[in-house]
């Protein structure tokens, strides 16, 4: 990661014979292609103008260029300059939108989790309910990854997650949805796209145990987590 503080130290000089938006677009590819080539990720620093919006992302000064060209915003909302107590706001195009209370430590000098604003509930926590309200009705449910957000929606269209995201999320939370939830998770590949397979109650071996889902050792972007399933007695011997 390389984190630049601020953006505007390395940014070139003003075209008068372009647009605002049209500077702030093009420096920010440039920052882009870099980060694409490299594959790595860079973190810029940059201000807030002082008027207020309904937005936050509204606040970020400079023209749309520059929110419009970055893959994920943060967006630190604070009531009082000295308030030791703020909002993050969190949107892109593979992280779910959402606004996280944070407090101050000002002993440790770090920014504490403190809970989802509004109310709002953990991405995960709130895809796993969707998911299980879904699965109870269907009991298997098969497609694409925007397919199968389509088809969530009908139990709860308040859900903003991606295909990227919902991909992700499911090979992270693969071994809990199976064990707690008896939720299977599995994904198929071809060279044209990728199927998720989700199915309620299958796997049971006949004592309550679940054999996890194999590894897809070509997914992307986050690899699954193989673990055994408890061995029956007497297994250890053999």
Not at 125 to 142: F, Y
Not at 194 to 201: A, K
Request: proline residues 5%.
């Amino acid at each position: 990661m390389i984190i630049i503080d601020t953006l505007q130290r390395i940014r070139g000089n003003a075209d008068e014979n372009r647009s605002g938006y049209a500077f702030d677009y093009e420096d920010m590819n440039k920052i882009k292609a870099v980060a694409d080539s490299l594959k790595i990720a860079i973190l810029l620093i940059h201000h807030t103008r002082k008027l207020p919006d309904s937005d936050p992302f509204n606040t970020v000064s400079g023209s749309t260029g520059l929110t419009g060209s970055c893959d994920t915003m943060f967006v630190l909302e604070k009531p009082k300059r000295a308030e030791n107590k703020a909002i993050l706001h969190i949107t892109g195009r593979d992280v779910e939108d959402m606004q996280i209370n944070l407090e101050f430590d000002r002993e440790r000098k770090v920014w504490q989790f403190v809970s989802f604003a509004n109310g709002g509930e953990n991405p995960a926590e709130k895809l796993t309910t969707a998911l299980v309200a879904l699965l109870t009705i269907r009991k298997t449910l098969s497609g694409t990854a925007t397919e199968i957000i389509k088809e969530l929606k009908t139990v709860d269209d308040s859900l903003t997650v991606t295909p990227n995201v919902l991909s992700r999320m499911l090979k992270e939370h693969s071994l809990d949805l199976e064990n707690t939830h008896k939720i299977k998770v599995s994904f198929t590949r071809t060279k044209k796209t990728r199927t998720i397979e989700l199915t309620l109650n299958v796997g049971n071996d006949g004592d309550g145990h679940f054999t996890p889902t194999p590894c897809d050792d070509n997914s992307e972007p986050t690899p699954c987590i193989n673990q055994s399933s408890p061995s029956p007695k007497g297994a250890e011997n053999e």
